[in-house]
């Protein structure tokens, strides 16, 4: 017998409910509702993305764009990860774990420094104000 949820395509999905914050529960709990695993063109990931987070489930923001990020042209890989381990980094601030955030997050703007010499689009987003922002967040606590 697995140890894994998989789908009808034998695919690993969580069927396992969670919390706000990601983690699993124990089943038969009620969770938070999962997220679609279908992509979204970039504009409304990023908008279903910044939803999420002003709900206060940044592990929920990081799924919609890692969904986006598998699904994107190759040229635009590094920016939906940097955004996505964004994400991770602030999970990891609400679950607690200083040393993982700011990991994430200096990993995350290495990344994104990086895309943004390129010549990739940004969907209008201020990549280094985000960066600060991200930083910002995990320092003062």
């Known amino acids: 017998m697995s140890d894994r949820d998989r789908n009808e395509q034998g695919r690993a999905q969580q069927a396992r409910p969670r919390d706000?914050?990601?983690?699993?529960?124990?089943?038969?709990?009620?969770?938070?509702?999962?997220?679609?695993?279908?992509?979204?063109?970039?504009a409304e990931?990023?908008?279903?993305a910044r939803e999420l987070l002003d709900?206060?489930?940044?592990?929920?923001?990081?799924?919609?764009?890692e969904v986006r990020w598998k699904s994107c042209p190759e040229e635009e890989r590094e920016l939906w990860q940097g955004?996505?381990?964004?994400?991770?980094?602030?999970?990891?601030?609400?679950?607690?774990?200083?040393?993982?955030?700011?990991?994430?997050?200096e990993r995350a703007a290495r990344r994104l420094a990086a895309y943004e010499k390129g010549a990739g689009p940004t969907y209008g987003l201020d990549l280094g104000e985000l960066i600060e922002c991200s930083r910002g967040r995990v320092q003062d606590s």
Not at 20 to 42: D, F
Not at 55 to 65: I, K, M, T, V
């Open 55 to 65: 709900q206060g489930r940044p592990f929920a923001a990081h799924e919609a764009l």
């Open 20 to 42: 706000a914050l990601g983690r699993p529960l124990p089943y038969g709990q009620v969770g938070v509702e999962p997220i679609s695993e279908e992509p979204l063109p970039p």
């Open 83 to 105: 955004l996505a381990q964004l994400c991770v980094g602030l999970t990891h601030h609400e679950r607690g774990n200083a040393v993982g955030a700011s990991r994430l997050i």
């Open 45 to 48: 990931t990023l908008a279903y």
